[in-house]
């Protein structure tokens, strides 16, 4: 099921690059002939849902917006960025499927702590646990902190050095989704989010002394996803924070008080806007604007 899936979506992303061959030129001018097209993602986190709780797919109130998903034409893919399931069994992965086939878009899982509860089945069924792909010229890539404690080491941060290396001077905007929220620390500016666990993490990271410099060198806009939050309605179910060329987001669901998922919208000049979906409640735009909520503000 998974190769056919991934056959699918490199079909669906095939279609998804166009350019403009057909341009006009002086002998003085060389055009830029690439036409960028509107487009939008949505980005999902924790969608296992309420914790403890073994739903026949995804988070039921998530579930009640596949509709809402379908509608919207300019939506080519989604990404969960983890805890997609409670436990990694066949089970859980069969109706995890059965719900993303109802989507009618490709859909990308960034792995969480839960995911690999079967790290082997996972990979039998949808391949790497991290991976890049570039859909109408925006650079994607899928991390997966799991492999070593929250750290990206060894093979995975060659890889990520060489995506970058090669690829982000033909990019435009640069998306990295990963599961837990590896800008926390004790002792930043996000120390008082409430993320949903701190489960396998290292006493240090890497994130801030290897990691970060990477996109933060870039002249690329740079935006990073992160999907553990959101699990409990004491916690903090999204956030947004920006500084120079990198965009912290997480967003999550399961407490069902503010649950939520994030529609990314990208324009032909490749700005990027974001939708806040309540997923409680009949108000979609009932959690306001994601940007209102920054870390210490």
């Known amino acids: 099921m998974g190769s056919f899936r991934n056959r699918i979506i490199e079909m669906f992303f095939a279609a998804g690059i166009f350019f403009n ?27 296992y849902g309420k914790p403890g709780v073994d739903n026949a797919g995804v988070h039921p109130p998530f579930k009640r917006k596949i509709d809402l998903i379908k509608s919207d034409t300019l939506i080519k893919f989604g990404i969960l960025t983890g805890d997609i399931v409670l436990n990694g069994t066949a089970k859980n992965w069969d109706e995890v ?123 690329n806009s740079v935006y990073l996803f992160a999907g553990d939050v959101g699990a409990y309605d004491n916690g903090d179910e999204f956030m947004y924070y920006h500084y120079d060329n990198i965009t912290f987001i997480a967003s999550g669901m399961g407490g069902e008080a503010r649950d939520n998922f994030v529609i990314v919208d990208v324009q032909p000049d490749k700005t990027v806007s974001f939708r806040l979906i309540a997923l409680n409640g009949d108000d979609i735009n009932s959690l306001g604007r994601l940007e209102d909520y920054r870390p210490g503000q």
């Open 21 to 47: 061959l057909a341009s006009c030129q002086t002998d003085n001018e060389v055009p830029d002939t690439t036409v960028y097209n509107r487009y939008s993602f949505f980005v999902a986190g924790h969608t």
């Open 97 to 219: 499927d059965k719900d993303i086939e109802e989507l009618g878009v490709p859909v990308y899982f960034a792995a969480g702590n839960h995911d690999m509860s079967d790290r082997e089945l996972f990979e039998s069924r949808y391949g790497k646990t991290y991976y890049s792909y570039v859909y109408n010229n925006d650079l994607f890539i899928i991390l997966d902190p799991n492999l070593d404690s929250w750290n990206i080491s060894g093979e995975q941060l060659q890889f990520l050095t060489d995506e970058l290396r090669e690829k982000a001077g033909d990019a435009a905007d640069i998306f990295i989704l990963f599961h837990q929220v590896l800008w926390w620390s004790a002792d930043n500016i996000f120390s008082n989010l409430q993320v949903n666990s701190l489960a396998l993490r290292a006493d240090t990271i890497n994130f801030w002394s290897e990691v970060e410099p990477l996109f933060h060198s870039l002249p």
